[in-house]
């Protein structure tokens, strides 16, 4: 059974038309984390969720927000898509902060034309 | 800081061979590590941690792990690789020391096995 679900898996926009990208866990978890992913990269951190305290990283460009209306989904949303945007978008969750393990999302591929 | 080092970019094996794919991270207190899984177009899918006890850790597909602390390294094996092991490997870190909660990830060793 699924437990970190993603949706879509494949987005195609517009330069410059705002996406969202979807994230539901069935796991009841604490944390969410969102992740991008360049090809042939390490994921990079987004930001994160612990509960409804949202956690940027001080490198997370402004064009990338997120919400988080309750425990199982969280949303990131890109506000003005570049080129340099197109990525896979990877959704974690962790029970808690620290060492718990975090579980993955097939992840989404975003595509900028 | 922390940092996670994978020496190998791409790792080409034959079917049935041995693989160690090496992972060594630099941090100045106890972490815990991980190695993670990635089939093209797909997340990442955990295969075995190292969060205390024994050095030596089982994880799934017949992967293993040991952890060595003098040497600050964490390397992957499997004794006999199948083609259905070909997928991206990435090794992460999270610091118990600071109160981060991150992961941190080395650059991937691409896996390629072959027939």
């Excluded at chain 2, 080409?12 to 100045?28: D, H, I």
Aim: hydrophobic letters at 35%.
């Amino acid at each position: 059974d699924a437990m970190v679900i993603q949706n879509p898996r494949y987005q195609v926009t517009q330069f410059g038309k705002p996406v969202t990208l979807s994230c539901s866990q069935t796991l009841n978890h604490n944390v969410m984390y969102w992740y991008q992913q360049k090809s042939s990269q390490a994921p990079k951190l987004l930001f994160h969720y612990y509960d409804k305290d949202f956690n940027n990283e001080a490198d997370t460009p402004d064009n990338f927000q997120s919400r988080r209306p309750n425990t199982s989904f969280c949303f990131l949303d890109i506000r003005s898509p570049g080129l340099g945007d197109a990525a896979m978008y990877l959704c974690a969750t962790s029970r808690d902060r620290g060492s718990e393990t975090q579980y993955f999302g097939p992840g989404t591929r975003l595509l900028v034309l | 800081a922390q940092s996670v080092t994978q020496l190998d970019s791409q790792v080409p094996v034959f079917e049935e061979a041995p693989v160690e794919l090496r992972c060594n991270y630099s941090s100045s207190v106890s972490v815990y590590l991980f190695w993670y899984v990635q089939y093209p177009n797909q997340g990442l899918q955990l295969l075995l941690k190292y969060l205390s006890g024994s050095t030596l850790v089982k994880g799934i597909n017949g992967f293993e792990a040991e952890f060595n602390k003098s040497q600050t390294s964490f390397h992957l094996r499997k004794p006999s690789v199948h083609i259905s092991d070909t997928a991206e490997y990435f090794c992460a870190v999270s610091d118990l020391g600071s109160g981060t909660y991150k992961y941190i990830f080395g650059t991937g060793t691409r896996l390629k096995v072959l027939a």
